[in-house]
């Protein structure tokens, strides 16, 4: 599996002064946009959201800090507005190595294409439609039995799984 890299410019969107362009890891396995915490300061100032809970490639788990609102724009791509997370990542031979997760790459319309090891415009967002009906007319009840299959004598579970913890 080969390596990814895009261009990115990260900017605080009340001060155009304050961003950062970097080459980031495109990394599917990610959700956020994911910078190094000594970095924080070249963006200004930012909300400060919350602290989240990471699981890292090697399986470590650390602590992030999650920072926006900010303006996103991976070259060749429109930009978006998100969040990003600070974390304290190592640097690698001297440099930081940012990530551009998943959601970023939603929100931007790029798909990753793994043969040519590249990121391609996505040609149509998802948006597909569930028939919806009003609750009131028919009741609780019957909403849910239409969304649970009958259970027939044939196909009904053992009371006990053997083995199991409930």
């Known amino acids: ?96 190595e940012p990530l551009i997760g998943y959601v970023i790459l939603e929100q931007s319309q790029a798909a990753v294409d793994m043969l040519g090891h590249r990121l391609v415009p996505v040609r149509r967002m998802d948006s597909k439609q569930c028939k919806a009906e009003p609750v009131a007319a028919h009741g609780w009840a019957a909403a849910l039995a239409r969304f649970q299959p009958p259970v027939s004598h044939n196909d009904r579970l053992p009371s006990k799984v053997v083995g199991a913890d409930y």
Do not use: H
């Not at 990814?4 to 155009?16: F, Q, R, T």
């Open 1 to 96: 599996m080969g390596r990814i890299v895009a261009s990115v410019k990260i900017e605080n969107p009340s001060d155009l002064s304050a961003k950062i362009r970097c080459d980031a890891l495109v990394g599917t396995g990610a959700s956020f946009m994911v910078l190094a915490s000594v970095w924080r300061d070249r963006l200004g100032a930012l909300d400060d959201l919350g602290r989240v809970k990471l699981e890292t490639a090697t399986q470590e788990t650390v602590e992030g800090e999650v920072c926006g609102p900010v303006r996103i724009q991976i070259e060749g791509f429109r930009p978006i507005y998100n969040e990003v997370l600070f974390a304290d990542i190592k640097p690698e031979n001297g440099e930081y």
